[in-house]
């Protein structure tokens, strides 16, 4: 308590910071089918360690009436963004990574950014319904979801688009078989 005001941990400086950068990830990829492959991978490069970053720094937030969770994102609006990434993607979409067990699995760039977008409009949507079991269920429902499912597609993409961006100055011979792990 600071002043006699109760401060509530869904308006604190974390979670406004990362309204702002969560919406400007969702604006850019709303727009996807506007900018080239290179653009994409540049953005996605430079705002992905802020996007985590920003996750990890989400409060502790209990929520006072679960009823008020709610996803908005549709299956139309998520195709959408996917097709337009996975087009722009070409031979560069599908990567393989390790799953818990350390088993080889196929993974797609364009799956994980519209996956990550989907929790993060999600998110700001909810938000922004401004009372205060809404606020409280998007950042809950933000922060268990970067744990499980957007943070960890967050850092195997970002590792994937890194590779791409700078495979020119990557030394081949530091790789088996001389055959870059992106090919």
Known sequence: MKDNIIED???????????????????????????????????????????????ALLPE??????????RFVTEEQWEAIFK???EKFGDTDLYYTHDN????????????MSDIYQDLKDFIMLYQKNTVPARQNAVALLRDLYRWRWG???LSALSTVHN????????????????????
């Open 9 to 55: 941990p869904s308006v604190s400086r974390e979670v406004l910071e990362m309204i702002t950068v969560a919406n400007e990830y969702c604006l850019f990829f709303e727009r996807a089918e506007s900018y080239q492959r290179d653009e994409i991978m540049d953005y996605f490069r430079k705002i992905a360690p802020l996007l985590y970053l920003k996750g």
């Open 61 to 70: 937030t209990i929520v006072t009436d679960s009823n008020m969770a709610e």
């Open 84 to 86: 337009a990434l996975r």
């Open 101 to 112: 067990n350390f088993d080889s699995v196929q993974a797609s760039l364009a799956d994980n």
């Open 152 to 154: 960890p597609a967050l």
């Open 164 to 183: 791409i961006v700078f495979r020119d100055n990557i030394d081949p011979g530091l790789f088996p078989d001389d055959i870059p792990p992106w090919e």
